[in-house]
């Protein structure tokens, strides 16, 4: 039973940054697979920000967070981050990892992911 834990999340003022993390566990260790973030804003739909294919690492990113948003790996503790830097209110959102253990192939689209976090709220004023 594959588990996704974030944390991470708070407030922030515009230009700020936060670092949210993902725990994950319940997967088969040194396999490729997808991994990444997503957002919903209230009232507004999912949205993907960032993926990453793990082995070799292949990212994409959101036109919306690109050159502010760094997303990274740490195998040895079974971790995805997502650095946020220069923090708009515009990235106001409930912040979700999500995981897929048997795709090759990742996906913006929400309804491809099988595995979700609880969430972590992003406030920034």
């Known amino acids: 039973h594959v588990q996704l834990v974030e944390s991470g999340g708070g407030s922030v003022q515009a230009g700020g940054s936060l670092n949210l993390s993902c725990q994950a566990s319940?997967?088969?260790?040194?396999?490729?697979?997808?991994m990444g973030w997503f957002r919903q804003a209230p009232g507004k739909e999912r949205e993907g920000v960032v993926y990453i294919y793990t082995r070799p690492g292949s990212t994409s990113y959101a036109d919306s967070v690109k050159g502010r948003f760094t997303v990274s790996q740490d195998d040895a503790k079974n971790t995805l981050y997502l650095q946020m830097d220069n923090l708009n209110p515009e990235d106001t959102a409930m912040y979700y990892c999500?995981?897929?253990?048997?795709?090759?192939?990742?996906?913006?689209?929400?309804?491809?992911?099988?595995?979700w976090g609880q969430g972590t709220q992003v406030t920034v004023s």
């Open positions: 999500v995981a897929d253990w048997r795709s090759k192939v990742c996906t913006m689209v929400p309804a491809a992911w099988p595995d």
């Open positions: 319940g997967f088969t260790p040194g396999r490729s697979y997808c």
